[in-house]
């Protein structure tokens, strides 16, 4: 059975940073590519970062040189590194698995 559990989102003040992380069990970990997502309040679900197997990434242009994605496949853990946070980066944030597994989510709320 394939799991993904996120943590790390919180409410920060605009300019500050977070971590989110995603477990993945029930997988190969290494053998695929890891994304983020995120949606907004009456908005559709959007790509912010992806990360292949091999460690090539790709990033949303509204988050290009703010957010980092990165994976650790010895803890079967991928990373979303969230530097300068605006508060249009509120959003309940998705790792997914591209085999098509979603997590459960984790709110990040940017405001002060």
């Known amino acids: 059975q394939v799991q993904l559990v996120e943590s790390g989102g919180d409410l920060v003040q605009p300019g500050g940073s977070l971590r989110l992380s995603c477990v993945a069990s029930?997988?190969?970990?290494?053998?695929?590519?890891m994304g983020w997502y995120r949606q907004a309040p009456g908005k559709q679900r959007e790509l912010v970062a992806f990360i292949s197997s091999g460690g090539s990434t790709n990033y949303a242009d509204s988050v290009k040189g703010r957010f980092t994605i990165s994976r650790d496949n010895a803890k079967n853990t991928v990373y979303l590194r969230m530097n300068s946070l605006k508060p249009e980066d509120t959003a309940v944030y998705y790792c997914?698995?591209?085999?098509?597994?979603w997590g459960q989510g984790t709110q990040v709320t940017v405001s002060s």
């Open positions: 029930g997988i190969i970990f290494r053998l695929y590519g």
């Open positions: 997914y698995v591209d085999s098509g597994y």
